[in-house]
């Protein structure tokens, strides 16, 4: 997964543990019921996965200036407003417990296998590279444009449940 995409899954995440519906967080309003879980969610990735304010920004629908400012206002938020801290506590262990239930490769043999097991495989026509980060191990797969999307989603089907990074080159 790209960091785009955690950042959606941590946005779903926020919304389901708030009870507020997929997507709101990109809504326009500033009510308080939005806007909070909406600061949460931008704290999270930045702190936990070092996310870039541009990503968050735009899956939030805000321009770059307001992640700042949700960085700026982050411990004066935590300590003095009880709404923002029980929501920030409640995503960030519901975040880090599920970030930890990820599975890991013990060397880059058992990563080859199950790639290899799940039909994903080097193209004999190599014209752009599918990177596979997981933990130390880091694999580079050669595919053609016609097989690209297949690929590509066979690796994000086959590493689901896999903490993994994708990258194509």
Do not use: W
């Not at 806007?35 to 930045?46: E, F, H, L, N, T």
């Not at 026509?125 to 694999?139: L, M, V």
């Amino acid at each position: 997964m790209n960091t785009e995409d955690n950042f959606k899954n941590l946005c779903d995440l926020t919304t389901n543990l708030v009870g507020l519906p997929k997507g709101s967080l990109a809504l326009k309003t500033r009510k308080t019921e939005y806007q909070v879980p909406r600061m949460v969610a931008a704290m999270i990735s930045r702190l936990e996965d070092k996310t870039h304010r541009d990503i968050i920004a735009k899956v939030l629908d805000r321009d770059r200036t307001s992640v700042n400012h949700y960085e700026r206002c982050h411990s004066s938020n935590y300590s003095s407003f009880p709404l923002y801290r029980d929501t920030f506590n409640k995503v960030f262990n519901a975040y880090t417990e599920l970030k930890d239930a990820k599975l890991t490769f013990i060397d880059l043999f058992n990563l080859q296998e199950h790639l290899r097991k799940n039909g994903i495989h080097d193209s004999s026509k190599h014209q752009t590279t599918i990177r596979i980060s997981t933990g130390k191990f880091k694999i580079a797969v050669n595919v053609s444009y016609k097989d690209f999307y297949n690929q590509l989603e066979l690796c994000k089907l086959a590493l689901q449940n896999y903490q993994h990074e994708i990258e194509v080159i």
